[in-house]
Structures are given as C-alpha cells and as structure tokens.
Antibody, heavy 119, light 110 residues
C-alpha cells in the first residue's frame, strides 16, 4: 500500500537550518512530482514547493525563495527539503504530497513533520 | 499569491446538503479546470475528495460533488453524515508551476 513518511522536524533557532526527508513507497515514485505543503498551528494549508518527476523543475512560493531547496533521490524514493535562514513564520507541520506528474492535484499525503522555529 | 477565499465555517443537519465556496481570481480558479478539494479530520493528513473541479477519486462517496463558475469553485456535500465533520480546503493551480490553497472551511454537522 501507499506510504509517505516525513521525518527530520524539530525545534530550531531562528536563522539556523534544518533538512526534512520524505520517504515514499507503494507507487511509481519516478512518475510523481513531489510537493511540500505546510500548515502553521491552527491555520490553513499553504503550498511551499514542488520538484518535477524528473528532478529538473523546482518551484517555490515567494516567502521561501532563496531559503528553501527541494531535491529528490529516486534511488531511495525520497524527497528532501533543505531549509535555511529559518524564521518564526516557518513554524508549521510540513506535509509531503505526491502528484501524478501533470495531474495538478495531490493524490497521496504523509502525516507531516513538525518544525518549530524558536529561540 | 493570495489565498483563495473560503467561508470560515458552515454547518448543517444530518441528511441536509451544504455548499462551500472557494473564490479566486482570473489567474487561478478562473483560468484552469484544476481545482481540487481536500478533507482534513483533526490531527489527520488531508485527503483528496475532488480533482479537476468535479471529478471524484475512486472510493470517494458520490455525496461529494464539485463545480465552478467563473472565479468561484464550489464543493457540495449532500446527505450530510456525522463523519463529514472536518475541515475542507480548496486548491487551485495558479500557473508557473505554483499552487494556491483556500483558507479552509470548518464543517459542523449539527
């Protein structure tokens, strides 16, 4: 069955870095674009970034451009989110979501990993 | 991008129908037939219930339906059941490989 499992969250000081991982199984990973979507405590969903199925396309929401980097390793069926220069407003539950390439919607979601930016 | 606009809350009694609106702009909802809807129960991950405005994934109840008129998309839930109580989010492709979500709507089944 399909599994999407995020890891790497934690408490980090403002200005520091953190790397999230998302391990996927149960579907053809190389056919899926992978996204990160976050949800601040008590707030709504916010799309953050996407990497295309072949890894050549990477796009970001304006608030994280230049600070976050998405990457993927298809040999491990894993996508990463490198976050740097973290701010308090980055505090959120970070979900990894899978989009069948070109479908424009999110078929599979993980349970999320919590990132808290605080001194 | 600005978030799509959804009502903060809606409510209905079991068996009734409710509709949740999702208003965007001509750059997102109005430009693409690529609106999707997600159901999120407390403490759970979102679940896809509608894609491409009105299509239902396999396994999703036919009580859920979607539509769009101009810059506004809508989700209708008919025959409300207690298990439908959840948060609902719309999402639209916004061009240039970006997506935008709505602020979310809390559905209460009375």
């Amino acid at each position: 069955q399909v599994q999407v499992v995020e890891s790497g969250g934690g408490v980090v000081q403002p200005g520091r870095s953190l790397r999230l991982s998302c391990a996927a199984s149960g579907f053809t990973f190389s056919s899926y674009a992978m996204h990160w979507v976050r949800q601040a405590p008590g707030k709504g969903l916010e799309w953050v970034t996407v990497i295309s199925n072949d890894g050549t396309g990477k796009y970001y929401t304006d608030s994280v451009k230049g600070r976050f980097t998405i990457s993927r390793d298809d040999s491990k069926n894993t996508v990463y989110l490198q976050m740097s220069s973290l701010r308090g407003e980055d505090t959120a539950l970070y979900y990894c979501a899978a989009e069948k390439s070109g479908s424009y919607h999110f078929d599979y979601w993980g349970q999320g990993t919590l990132v808290t930016v605080s001194s | 991008q600005s978030a799509l606009t959804q009502p903060a809350s809606v409510s209905g009694s079991p068996g009734q129908s409710i509709t949740i609106s999702c208003t965007g702009t001509s750059s997102d909802v109005g430009s693409y037939n690529l609106v999707s809807w997600y159901q999120q129960h407390p403490g759970k991950a979102p679940k896809l219930i509608i894609y491409e405005v009105s299509k239902r994934p396999s396994g999703v109840s036919s009580r859920f339906s979607g539509s769009r008129s101009g810059n506004t998309a809508s989700l209708t839930i008919s025959g409300l059941q207690a298990e439908d109580e959840a948060d609902y989010y719309c999402c639209s492709y916004a061009g240039s490989s970006t997506w935008v979500f709505g602020g979310g709507t809390k559905l209460t089944v009375l």
